[in-house]
């Protein structure tokens, strides 16, 4: 990788601001899901081991108001991070100021201090300033000074947006390096975009076309095949012509997705049935409709039918590298999930075949976990925004502000 990494670093007596992605689910100070904590633990554990003094940086939740910081606490995190580590963890209930940088002097080889929220910075006397969301240069500089002149940012879920905690710190140190996990996304994300092993199929599913009409743009640049699946691929029959009865669908964007499939032919692969219910839920009657029999009136495609679960199959058994974002229906309501499952299921397959398989988002991300089946998949991305925006091929501002090797 032409990145510094963490293991390029000297880290002993330094020390060490790390970025790392603590925004977990919180209800009344309770975490409901520590996997981003324990996903954090091997870079941690590496500066630690290395006799580096660990000052960990993580956001939690939106801050908009002096209300908001109420429940949006690290202390809960630290508390949790002190169990997983078997160690005390430090925390400071505070962004910056002389009981913050008493507390930074104070630390020993081995031992770590977390910083409370970072995004506390956002509001400063009921005012919202943005200053750790609008990447001000001050507070990265200061954050940067805490340190011994590096930085590690462990923190993917946030690459794409330049906020004074990632790209701010890492502007202001002489070594800003990659720490594991997002060493490990860059290494899946860009052998997949850059130098995937073919054929190399996409599957792109989700309610909206707007919100990824970018990502199959670019990928049908990238990919042999890219399959549509989900809500989106409602726009897509309606510009073919197609009835699509009350489905989601998005006029502004009929001409784009017309220019797509003449574009790029066969390579675009898109549902065939659908199973259509009258009524967004468990009870709706439903119905097995081909798409070009058309979704009759009253009635919205919820789901991909048999036929195009198989044709994705056939698309898939031959597949080397896999990279999959967005559900092919309504996953969340049983009835409509059966195409999301699928697709979870020919994923391992193709895992077990020796090929590639990443999957980023959110929803796909919890499908797989429903099916049980994460651990047998190449790689999860822990960043929904960020994975999508990495295989749109921008430039993600937490990687690039990382000091070249
Ligand atoms: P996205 O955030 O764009 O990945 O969209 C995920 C959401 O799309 C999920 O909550 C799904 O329930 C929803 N979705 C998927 N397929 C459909 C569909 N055919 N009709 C309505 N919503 C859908």
Redesign the pocket.
Known sequence: MAKLTVTDLELAGKKVPMRVDFNVPIQDGVIGNDNRIVAALPTIKYVLEHNGRAILFSHLGRIKTEEDKKGLSLAPVAKRLSELLGQDVLFVPHTRGAELEAAVNGLKDGQVLMVENTRFEDVINGEYVKLESGNDPELGKYWASLGDDLFINDAFGTAHRAHASNVGIASNVDQAAAGFLMEKEIKFLGDAVDNPVRPFAAII????VS??IDVVKSLLNKADKVIIG??MAYTFDAAKGNKIGK??FEADKVDLAKELMDEAGDKLVLPIDSVAADAFSNDAKTEVVDAAAGIPDGY????IGPKSIKLFQDVLATAKTVVWN???????LPKFSKGTLAIGEDLVKVTENGGTTIVG?G?STAAVQKLGVADKLSHISTGGGASLEYLEGKPLPGIESLTNK
């Open positions: 599913g989700g309610a909206k919100d990824k989900g809500g489905s989601l919205m495609g919820l789901d967005g559900p092919m229906g309504v996953f969340e988002g929803d």
